[in-house]
């Protein structure tokens, strides 16, 4: 049994010093993984991946059980991705510039708005995916948020290394469909 996970049960039965050895085991793996995330998002983003690590872990401070780190970074990825979410749409609102468009200036052309996928049209995506294939859109939860690899994906899920491949290379074609056709609806 690994370290993280005799912490993790420790946490679970209320032990305090716990909860502090705890962070200082996943901090560095939660920062790591907050920032791969914030380098995927478009310019201008003001979340820090300090803060977005903070927030995800007191989300997960919620008294969940987690069977094993695998699991924990699991729930980490969910939280980060519900918080990006919410960030994102706080920020389409009006009164936070939604509809507004960042263009980097060149001297020599005229600046136009790039086509780019966001994180709301990725959750809306996500979301539709979920309701028909919810183990494929876990599984991308899995890989994409919680950086694991197939492999992992697949121990966390209960499925075959070969069966996570499948799942993948469908869910990344129907995601990417869903996107660039535009029928994810991003106001839910």
Known sequence: MSELTMVLQAVERGDAHAATQLL?????????????????EKPGQTLE?????HEAYLRLQCGQGFANGRHFFAAAAEAMRRILVENARRKARIK???GRRRHELQSDIVAAPAEDHDILALDAALLKL??????????????????????EAAEVLGISPSTADRHWA???????R????????LKS
């Open 96 to 98: 936070h510039g939604g």
């Open 178 to 185: 869903e996107i660039e056709t535009g029928t994810a609806d």
């Open 170 to 176: 469908f869910a990344r074609a129907w995601l990417r």
């Open 49 to 53: 991946a300090t803060a977005l690590v």
């Open 24 to 40: 200082s085991l996943v901090y560095d793996e939660l920062r790591q993984l907050a920032a791969q995330k914030l380098a995927q």
């Open 130 to 151: 979920a309701a028909q294939h919810p183990i494929k859109s876990r599984l991308v939860e899995l890989r994409y948020f919680a950086g694991l690899t197939g492999d």
